[in-house]
């Protein structure tokens, strides 16, 4: 059974930095794309940053997260983690993760995952 369970985030303040976790289980995070999104209440699930299995390679949402956001996968814990730096406000969301499991390339579109974790509550202050 396919399950992702999200970890990590909490209330920081403006400048801070949240650590985000997603713990997979059922099946091997590098061999599949697995992507960060957020949705914040009366707006469109939109999505953060994703990796490839293929060839490690990384996409963000560009301006909004590119520069101050990491996605990395820690195979031997079969976790892929979200480093978010410099937060802002508008950083404010519940943060998902997902993934696809036939395909090693990534895509940031909502529809292209297949599974989805419960979420994580990401709270900035200003």
């Known amino acids: 059974e396919v399950q992702l369970v999200e970890s990590g985030g909490g209330l920081v303040q403006a400048g801070g930095s949240l650590r985000l976790s997603c713990a997979a289980s059922g099946f091997t995070v590098n061999y599949y794309a697995i992507g960060w999104f957020r949705q914040v209440p009366g707006k469109e699930r939109e999505g953060v940053s994703c990796?490839?299995?293929?060839?490690?390679?990384?996409?963000y949402l560009d301006s909004a997260v590119k520069g101050r956001f990491t996605i990395s996968s820690d195979n031997a814990k079969n976790t892929v983690h979200l480093q978010m730096n410099s937060l802002k406000p508008e950083d404010t969301a519940v943060y998902y993760c997902a993934v696809r499991r036939d395909r090693r390339f990534c895509d940031l579109g909502l529809s292209f995952y297949e599974y989805w974790g419960q979420g994580t509550q990401v709270t900035v202050s200003s």
């Open positions: 990796i490839s299995s293929f060839d490690g390679k990384t996409y």
